[in-house]
């Protein structure tokens, strides 16, 4: 990471250069000009001084390497620190030639073939590979002292010399991004102690160790896991066997990436803080261990807390005998179960989490006891949220391994109703344990069912959801793709301004597609009525659906809508299954009814239309793409797999639903007429914005342009399916023979109509459902 970092300063110092040229002159001429405030005799004595400086500091920590006989790491640093230099003089020679003129003279700051001087200092970014390389980590004087000569010899160059600026800062990163980089490479001698060197530092702790061996994580569940970063041993004393954990200083960045990526996905309370010192995190354990044995916690409890070397801080645990149950090849009793909850709970009423409740921290001893390993994970003077996820990741283990019924039934026995209502929300994976949430993929029916038999157990109450993540990755694909959607969309408004569409188009005509616009709102609004059992009021309704076109300006397409629907229909004492499941009917009726009408019409545009329509190039590629897609998902068993595991839930709700109405004719007619009427407005509303530009378009082509470019817009990830739209239905239009500026201006003037303008209408909806609580 510091050598990828050295890089990319280089390349900003690099470009600053180039593009703020003036800038950077006007800060190396009031450096000049504050050094003249020097005395001349001062600047003339310290400037020996700092080359002197640059020689003795090699040389004494070369002295030193040998006095700690690292030939080795001397002969390493050596190397690295002559291959530095080559480096930069290889860059001086490129520079120099015509193609980098542009950036020579950036890097030295003088109009263009001013000056022949290097555009970099060898000799300064060879020390500085050779200090990288030898490490000065842990030896804070000789790091000063590095420093304080790099600074002197940069002030006398800037100031005496008139080195530019530009050339001491990337001469500087460039020797350390050498010297990281080899270093990288070649690897570092290790300075980790060895299990004398440990067994000697827990003696002078008052634990004399007999006999020390390594323990590496096995096969039978009988030795703990190991943490990132850390190291295990098992020791004989005196008094007993210990159970020793080793942190080393060289591996404490382990982990680093999947801890940032935690940070920056899920809140802090679930992620907690990463820690990137050795002796921070060894602290935070011990304080944990403590807090543990205080809150009378059956935890192994710590003996000694040394430091071994400069390089590694040591935990030593009393060691118990027994299984984890990650390994339990027999199961786990209700006696079990009972100790494991009673033991997270005397935690708990201390405010003290845990935090890693996985199967491979709870060991379960050879005397019948349960314990709870490794308790450093946890949290003092924990929040409610985070007790509250302490549960829930402790309820979700203990389903993976001995099934939700038992495990909802011990969290019925040990909890309280209101204490249950409040952790059902957090049974998602994000706010789960790494292993756990591996396991769950396997296994996609544990967490469902659990929730399910829990608030089966506390009928009529209402689970408020509860957002754990800063930001999901369909999130963050819906901005990259609106980003994407809007760059696209300017390239068309490019072509044609929305005030010049206005103006030129038949207001007529406008009106009508104006209408027909509004039409699809009712249509809408039938289509659900229909596939619900229960009567809807028809005003609100219509309501809702105005109000999910306001949503869907930050949702996608398929997305915003069906869940407000949900949510209206919630609100009418309906079941939330029974909600999803007509919802989910109405979806699925409208997509058989748009695949057919797309056949239909297509087959008659082919037929009857007097210019042979032919779609875009493009769309013979999205098509062979599909074709592709699930032509692969079909040939690859696990993708199959994992194809029914989305879909089978699907068809079980839609299918009892869609039984259930067809026993009602006239509700089965009103949601098919709704969806036919929806798809018949949008075709009318995109041919009356066509007809008000003075073309008329058969209706058959219109019909095919709208449903493929609708169906291209409810698979984009972008609000309302900004950009696919867009650029689906001009190249429709084109295909079908209109000319590009009108096509340009018919789609500018359909999506106005029936994507923009109800916006505002939506938010008002929204604003009146959310008042009258029913939404």
């Not at 980089?181 to 690897?187: H, N, S």
């Not at 302490?390 to 309280?416: F, H, I, M, T």
């Amino acid at each position: 990471m510091r050598c990828i970092l050295s890089c990319v300063y280089i390349v900003a110092l690099a470009g600053v250069g180039i593009a703020a040229g003036k800038t950077t002159a006007a800060v190396q001429a009031d450096i000049v000009s504050a050094t003249k405030q020097i005395p001349v005799s001062l600047l003339n004595a310290v400037r020996p001084l700092a080359f002197v400086a640059l020689f003795i500091l090699p040389a004494a920590l070369a002295v030193q390497l040998l006095a700690r006989r690292q030939v080795r790491r001397l002969a390493e640093s050596v190397a690295t620190g002559l291959l530095a230099v080559a480096v930069v003089e290889i860059v001086n020679e490129l520079l120099s030639r015509e193609p980098a003129s542009r950036l020579y003279d950036a890097i030295i700051m003088s109009r263009a073939g001013a000056s022949d001087i290097p555009a970099l200092d060898p000799a300064l970014a060879g020390l500085v590979a050779y200090a990288t390389m030898v490490g000065l980590i842990g030896r804070p004087a000789w790091r000063k002292s590095l420093w304080v000569a790099v600074g002197v010899y940069s002030v006398v160059h800037v100031g005496v010399l008139r080195t530019p600026l530009l050339t001491l800062l990337i001469t500087v990163l460039a020797g350390r991004a050498v010297g990281l980089a080899i270093r990288y490479v070649a690897g570092s001698t290790s300075q980790r102690p060895g299990a004398l060197a440990i067994a000697s530092a827990l003696g002078g702790a008052g634990l004399p160790v007999t006999a020390i061996r390594r323990v590496r994580p096995d096969s039978n569940g009988t030795t703990p896991t190991e943490t990132a970063g850390s190291r295990h041993y098992a020791a004989a004393a005196g008094d007993g066997d210990l159970d020793v954990v080793v942190y080393d200083r060289d591996q404490q960045a382990a982990g680093a990436f999947y801890r940032v990526y935690r940070s920056v996905r899920v809140l802090g309370q679930v992620s907690r803080n990463a820690t990137w010192s050795v002796q921070r995190l060894v602290e935070r354990r011990a304080l944990l261990s403590y807090a543990s044995e205080d809150a009378d916690a059956p935890t192994p409890r710590l003996l000694a807390f040394v430091r071994a070397g400069p390089e590694a801080e040591v935990l030593a645990y009393e060691h118990h005998d027994g299984t984890t149950l990650a390994k339990r090849d027999a199961g786990c009793s209700d006696d079990e179960l009972r100790q494991i909850w009673d033991a997270v709970s005397r935690l708990h009423k201390r405010k003290v989490t845990h935090r890693a409740l996985t199967a491979d921290h709870i060991l379960l001893t050879d005397d019948g006891r349960a314990l709870l390993l490794d308790p450093g994970e946890g949290d003092v003077a924990a929040s409610d949220l985070q007790l509250r996820l302490d549960v829930a990741q402790l309820l979700a283990e203990l389903a993976l391994y001995v099934g939700p019924d038992r495990a909802s039934r011990l969290a019925l026995e040990r909890a309280s109703p209101d204490e249950l209502v409040a952790v059902v929300p957090l049974l998602q994976p994000v706010a789960l344990a790494r292993s756990t949430r591996h396991a769950l993929r396997r296994r996609r029916d544990v967490l469902p069912a659990l929730r399910k038999l829990l608030l089966a157990a506390v009928p009529g109450a209402e689970v408020a959801p509860v957002r754990l993540e800063r930001i999901r990755l369909r999130t963050l694909v819906t901005m990259v793709a609106t980003v994407a959607a809007a760059y696209l969309l300017a390239g068309e408004l490019e072509r044609e301004s929305l005030p010049t569409v206005l103006r030129t188009a038949d207001w007529r005509w406008s009106i009508v597609a104006l209408a027909l616009s509004t039409v699809t709102y009712a249509a809408a609004a039938l289509s659900l009525s229909g596939f619900v059992a229960d009567r809807l009021d028809f005003f609100k309704t219509v309501l809702a659906q105005l109000a999910g076109s306001f949503v869907t300006l930050v949702t996608p397409a398929a997305v915003g809508g069906a869940a407000l629907n949900i949510r209206y229909l919630q609100r009418r004492k309906i079941p939330a299954a029974v909600a999803a499941a007509s919802v989910g009917v109405s979806q699925v009726v409208a997509f058989v009814l748009h695949t057919g009408l797309l056949v239909i019409f297509a087959a008659v545009a082919g037929a009857s239309a007097t210019e042979n329509f032919q779609p875009p190039e493009w769309a013979w590629f999205v098509l062979a793409g599909l074709v592709a897609g699930a032509l692969a998902v079909l040939a690859i068993p696990a993708a199959r797999r994992v194809l029914r595991a989305r879909v089978a839930p699907i068809f079980g709700q839609v299918l009892p639903q869609l039984l259930e109405v067809a026993q009602h004719p006239r509700k089965l007619a009103l949601g098919i007429g709704g969806a036919l009427l929806l798809s018949a407005a949008y075709i009318g509303c995109l041919e009356a914005c066509v007809a008000a530009f003075g073309r008329s378009v058969p209706i058959a082509s219109i019909a095919v342009v709208y449903l493929t470019g609708s169906a291209i817009g409810s698979i984009l990830p972008t609000p309302g399916g900004l950009g696919g739209v867009e650029a689906a239905l001009t190249a429709g239009l084109t295909a079908a023979g209109l000319p590009g500026a009108v096509a340009v201006s018919a789609v500018l003037l359909f999506r106005l109509l029936t994507f923009w303008l109800p916006v505002p209408v939506g938010w008002a909806a929204l604003s009146y459902l959310e008042r009258q609580q029913a939404i």
